[in-house]
């Protein structure tokens, strides 16, 4: 299990503060804070009793407007780590095609170094750099 506080990172970590909402099958869905991102995973706060933990799978909704949910960006995790204060550590396995374009934008308007970020898709276009999963656009329904 990665450590929670080793902050050395594959890709540019951006400080972010965001609603989102953690989805697991069978479970009512966990509303949680963004609390960091990345093209390949996330941090987030979750102040509920029952947060997910272990090797789950899990949708991870980012609620950018909620009035509309046109907006929403889906994107498919793992939970990495979890600890006793509500901290959630996610690697995210993919993303829907429809959400894709929205996640890029996010992140790259919201980082002070845009053009590092632009230079890791351009170096990196599956986004995850290393041998395990691939974080690319997926067309599969979650199921």
Do not use: W
């Given at each position: 299990?990665?450590d929670p506080t080793d902050n050395r990172r594959k890709l540019t970590r951006i400080p972010i503060h965001l609603r ?108 995850e750099p290393s041998e395990g999963g691939l974080f690319a656009p997926i067309d599969a329904p979650d199921t």
């Amino acid at each position: 299990m990665a450590d929670p506080t080793d902050n050395r990172r594959k890709l540019t970590r951006i400080p972010i503060h965001l609603r989102a909402e953690l989805h697991l099958k069978g479970e009512p869905a966990c509303h949680v804070r963004l609390e960091n991102i990345s093209f390949s995973g996330a941090g987030v706060y979750c102040e509920q009793m029952h947060t997910p933990c272990g090797q789950q799978d899990l949708r991870m909704v980012l609620v950018l407007n909620p009035e509309d949910n046109r907006f929403d960006i889906n994107l498919h995790a793992q939970v990495v780590y979890t600890h006793k204060d509500g901290r959630i550590g996610l690697h995210f396995t993919g993303i829907d095609a429809e959400s894709y374009r929205h996640f890029e934008h996010l992140m790259i308007f919201n980082s002070e170094h845009g053009d590092d970020l632009i230079r890791e898709l351009t170096e990196h276009p599956g986004l995850e750099p290393s041998e395990g999963g691939l974080f690319a656009p997926i067309d599969a329904p979650d199921t």
